[in-house]
């Protein structure tokens, strides 16, 4: 807890005590956890290297950025889980991926914005562009719990408490059901089996993606309804890009669908403010 001074409370040397919100400290446990029963069980990390890589350029790249740019210190729990997911969801024999892919997902938090707030989601941006941009270089994590049922079951029960906690709990249940229905639509048309089709939703790689991607307060758009809504047409993008064949479509699919909603959901706040004149 912080102490800070109340100017009406001054004169009787009363200090008031301000809170500090813990629960900012659990996403990070939480990807940690995952991390760690992903390499027990399969052991999903090339090296540990490279994921000290990833999460030491993100926590130097804010520390500097938000010095230099904001004139301020952040906490560094956002950061951390950058890094730590993109040293999760890229693989590459070198260790400039590592370190590129860290910058840029931190420098568009400060460099592609409107309004002051960032547009996309910092590690997705960053995967997305360097598995589109470096497909020689860098892959992405393709790897399935398979039948360790104890491993996905604990992840999801704790990513749904968590979930829960931050009041995304809707976001991430909505994806789910989209998934689900638009693998058993896919299954039909593709003559894939359903649970070949569904089996993505098993791996570490997704336990990112609908824990921390599509959940990340930091673009949500305002309003329930209208976060459902962006959720179902990630979904959808995701499930057109798939029957195209495109490996990382959950990442191409948010990465093109949340900022142009992040974007109006801005627009349309800011013009509501002008026109009532708060």
């Not at 420098?107 to 941009?133: A, D, E, I, R």
Request: proline letters at 5%; hydrophobic letters at 50%.
């Amino acid at each position: 807890m912080e102490l800070v001074t109340n100017p009406e409370l001054q004169a009787n040397k009363f200090p008031v005590v301000k809170k500090t919100d813990y629960f900012t400290y659990v996403p990070p446990a939480f990807i940690t956890l995952i991390l760690l029963i992903g390499q027990i069980t399969f052991g999903i990390l090339d090296n540990y290297i490279n994921v000290v890589v990833s999460i030491g350029t993100s926590l130097i790249a804010e520390m500097l950025l938000a010095s230099l740019i904001l004139g301020t210190r952040k906490n560094l729990a956002s950061a951390y889980i950058t890094g730590i997911s993109v040293g999760i969801l890229i693989r590459s024999n070198m260790i400039w991926p590592y370190v590129v892919t860290a910058l840029i997902s931190i420098l568009s938090k400060y460099v592609l914005t409107y309004k002051g707030k960032h547009l996309w989601n910092p590690s997705n941006l960053g995967v997305s562009w360097m598995l589109l941009m470096a497909p020689l270089s860098v892959a992405g994590l393709g790897i399935q719990w398979g039948n360790n049922l104890w491993a996905m079951c604990v992840i999801w029960c704790l990513g749904l408490g968590i979930v829960y906690r931050a009041k995304k709990f809707r976001v991430t249940v909505t994806y789910v059901i989209c998934f689900i229905i638009l693998a058993y639509v896919r299954s039909l048309l593709t003559t894939d089996p359903f649970l070949s089709e569904l089996s993505p939703l098993t791996g570490p790689m997704y336990q990112l993606f609908i824990f921390f991607m599509i959940t990340d307060p930091g673009v949500s758009v305002s309003g329930k309804k209208a976060q459902i809504l962006v959720v179902i047409l990630v979904a959808l993008v995701e499930f057109a890009l798939r029957l195209e064949s495109v490996i990382y479509a959950p990442f191409y699919a948010l990465c093109l669908v949340v900022p142009v909603c992040r974007f109006i959901d801005l627009k349309r706040n800011t013009s509501k403010k002008v026109v009532t004149g708060f």
